[in-house]
């Protein structure tokens, strides 16, 4: 087994987006002010920074063996791809036999890990159990059935967001759940508005949803713009909401709205523009420096809000 290719195939350059796990944790020791706080629970961790970083480890592996499978499934299909087709199974760097031995030990992995991590009253075991479940029927016929497939990436976000509050001992906010899915939906449209643009008039022999009858352009730029308007709508009334204020004990936390528009606004610009967007997570770890950029700066001026009650003059 060639270890390179193995880990190739594990996608970790998507591990990024089980990122979207440790946001509770980080907005509850926000709102607690420290880092140490233990919880303890019945077949879990002994704290929860070790308890959603295991969840983290957990959903790693998990989205790892669903790789796997899916390029198991995709295999002759990828071979024709104009890109897919350098991926380690279809290009015979990763034998099947090696990839679906990997798949069952990083799927058991998942749960065993996810178990560890323990969580109240729903182990996050069941979650990443759930989300393996949603994405095994997703790579077995869901992504080719229109809006079914980008719902299924939608609620892949929301369970990691679930299992993250669970392992945290987080209470989850209304209005960022909704903001989750609808950030989540923007993202996988225009992933498929980026692959209309890559894949030509051939894109309906490559991806379903793409042929004749399914995705268009203009339907594909009509949502992913009601979506970026929910996406920042639900995060505004997010920071503005009495609940927020009164976690945080502060009423700043709205001026890292103009971060989230400006991010949303570049990333629809790189799709429509320079066709990226086929892959979120590339263009997050570097495929667009005014992008990271942005993305940085909104997350320093969220800890500076949460953390810098001196420099606003807060209590």
């Known amino acids: 087994m060639k270890v390179f290719s193995l880990l190739r195939a594990m996608r970790p350059h998507q591990w990024v987006k089980n990122a979207f796990v440790l946001a509770p944790l980080f907005f509850a020791r926000a709102a607690g002010g420290s880092w140490s706080t233990d919880y303890h629970r019945s077949g879990g961790g002994d704290g929860d920074v070790r308890s959603a970083l295991l969840a983290l480890v957990a959903f790693i592996l998990g989205s790892s063996a669903i790789y796997l499978l899916n390029d198991l499934w995709d295999v002759e299909r990828d071979r024709a791809h104009p890109t897919k087709r350098l991926r380690p199974i279809a290009s015979g760097a ?6 679906r031995a990997a798949t069952v030990i990083c799927a058991g992995g998942a749960l065993a890990v996810g178990h560890s991590a323990g969580g109240e009253p729903l ?16 790579s077995a016929g869901f992504k080719r059935v229109v809006l079914i497939d980008v719902f299924c990436i939608a609620t892949g976000f929301l369970l990691r967001v679930i299992a993250g509050g669970v392992a945290a001992g987080a209470q989850l906010s209304q209005w960022l759940m909704l903001c989750t899915l609808f950030l989540a939906l923007f993202l996988a449209l225009c992933k498929r508005r980026a692959e209309t643009d890559l894949l030509g008039v051939e894109r309906g022999e490559h991806r379903a949803t793409l042929g004749e009858g399914a995705y268009n352009v203009r ?14 709508l639900c995060y505004a009334m997010y920071t503005v909401s009495d609940e927020t204020v009164s976690k ?19 990333y ?12 979120p997570a590339r263009t997050l770890l570097g495929g667009d420096a005014v992008f990271v950029g942005n993305c940085l700066a909104w997350l320093a001026t969220v800890a500076a809000v949460l953390w810098g009650d001196a420099f606003w003059g807060g209590p």
């Open 94 to 99: 990763l034998a099947p036999g090696a990839a």
């Open 123 to 138: 182990s996050v075991a069941w979650i990443v159990l759930a989300y393996m479940a949603l994405n095994f029927f997703y």
């Open 219 to 232: 339907f594909l730029d009509q949502m992913v713009t009601v979506l970026a308007a929910c996406t920042i």
């Open 248 to 266: 945080f004990q502060t009423e700043h936390l709205v001026w890292t709205v103009p971060f989230v528009v400006f991010g949303l606004a570049r």
């Open 268 to 279: 629809m610009l790189l799709v429509t523009n320079e066709r990226a967007g086929g892959s």
